[in-house]
């Protein structure tokens, strides 16, 4: 590997000669330049897991990201309750296998430009739900709150190996809101 550094980002606490499988400071890459150096895999696994770019917004990326998920809900929710369902699952596993890459890649665990989980878990918070602004909405400050407060057992999640227990904790966080939101929507009659 080339050891001249061409890249004009000032993060000094990178080498191009690392191993990226070790978490010490020096190993750490910025998302720019780990995307140049990834290979076509590679490359997928961080485009998906910071959801096209949502997670590459410097304030609030997990915000971004559940907001940048809603084209995905509207999928969920076109397909219809059980391919919807389906779809939510298969896509909380891949975003495992993008977060687990990412982290790989990247040389550092559970970075913030992953948002992959994010979206899966904002996925989950809607799925069999109406598509609604009231469930919407309702569903967006529950899951957020959820996933940034991490009450019992949703932290427990997060000692999941790799990827998974970057994705699980926001599931769980998920699964929960999803459930509040039909409590509360029967006691008030399907909001």
């Known amino acids: 590997m080339d050891t001249t550094d061409t890249d ?12 990226l499988n070790s978490t010490t400071p ?12 990834a290979d076509g895999r590679g490359r997928l696994a961080l485009v998906l897991s910071c959801w096209f ?56 665990p559970d970075p913030a430009e992953v948002v992959s989980d994010e979206v899966a878990g904002f996925m989950v918070t809607m799925v069999l739900l109406p598509f609604t602004w009231p469930f919407l909405a309702g569903g967006f400050v529950l ?11 949703i932290r427990w999640f997060e000692r999941a190996p790799g990827g998974a227990g970057v994705v699980l904790d926001d599931v769980a966080a998920g699964i929960l809101a999803n459930l509040i939101l039909r409590g509360t929507g029967s006691l008030l009659g399907g909001l």
């Open 26 to 37: 020096s190993d750490r890459l910025p998302f720019s330049k780990a995307f140049q150096e």
């Open 8 to 19: 004009t980002e000032t993060d000094t606490d990178t080498d191009t000669d690392t191993d």
């Open 53 to 108: 770019g949502a997670g590459l917004i410097p304030r609030a990326p997990g915000t971004a990201g559940t907001v940048a998920a809603l084209p995905a809900v509207l999928l969920v929710h076109a397909a219809g309750p059980w391919p919807g369902a389906l779809i939510t699952l298969g896509f909380a596993v891949l975003a495992a296998w993008g977060a687990g890459a990412a982290e790989r890649i990247l040389g550092r």
């Open 143 to 153: 899951f957020r709150l959820l996933d940034i407060l991490k009450p019992f057992p």
